[in-house]
């Protein structure tokens, strides 16, 4: 399955130039601990990196420093790592594992933003088609046990 086909396309996204304080306010808004940084290029919005709330937390609030003298820019995570939207959920688990993060931007073919996926998204889609697996088992018998009728 394609990871661009379950990806959350609802992303919460800031530009380099957001503040601090508007960062942590659309994260309270939209209930969400990141948003992806992107670059506005050609009428698209291309990734290019990602701030969470625990970068906030690190990098601004835990040094007492000023929060109007920084960025989103400032404090991104800026080697990105994207996902084209055609990879399927298995090449997706192994980048994220490789490359040891737990959310990944979902691009097009021309690398504009079309989605987000986290590792608890793929869980719940794993946890989801388990369970549809744990069913087979108890259908097989009751098949055989009709077919023996």
Same mark, same amino acid.
């Given at each position: ?8 396309? @609802?992303?919460?996204? %800031?530009?380099?130039? /957001?503040?601090?304080?508007?960062? %942590?306010?659309?994260?309270? &808004? ?10 506005? #290029?050609? !009428? ?5 990196? #990602?701030? /969470? ?5 690190? @990098?601004?609030?835990?040094?007492? $420093?000023?929060? /109007? ?10 080697? $990105? ?6 990879? !399927?959920?298995?090449? /997706?688990? *192994? ?15 021309? !690398? ?10 793929? $869980? ?6 388990? %369970? @549809? $697996? ?6 097989? &018998?009751? *098949?055989?046990?009709? %077919?023996?009728?």
């Amino acid at each position: 399955m394609p990871i661009g086909e379950f990806c959350n396309r @609802e992303v919460v996204f %800031a530009t380099r130039e /957001t503040s601090i304080q508007e960062a %942590a306010l659309l994260m309270r &808004q939209y209930h969400v601990g990141d948003l992806v940084v992107v670059d506005e #290029i050609d !009428g698209k919005r291309v990734p290019a990196g #990602i701030v /969470t709330d625990r970068d906030i937390v690190i @990098e601004i609030i835990s040094q007492s $420093l000023d929060l /109007t003298e920084f960025s989103v820019g400032d404090i991104m995570s800026p080697q $990105l790592i994207s996902v084209q939207e055609n990879e !399927g959920v298995f090449e /997706t688990i *192994r980048l994220m594992r490789t490359k040891g993060i737990r959310r990944i931007p979902v691009v097009n073919p021309e !690398g504009g933003l079309e989605g987000l996926v986290s590792a608890d998204d793929i $869980l719940d889609l794993l946890a989801e088609e388990m %369970a @549809e $697996l744990a069913k087979v088992a108890p259908r097989e &018998q009751e *098949r055989e046990v009709k %077919a023996k009728i």
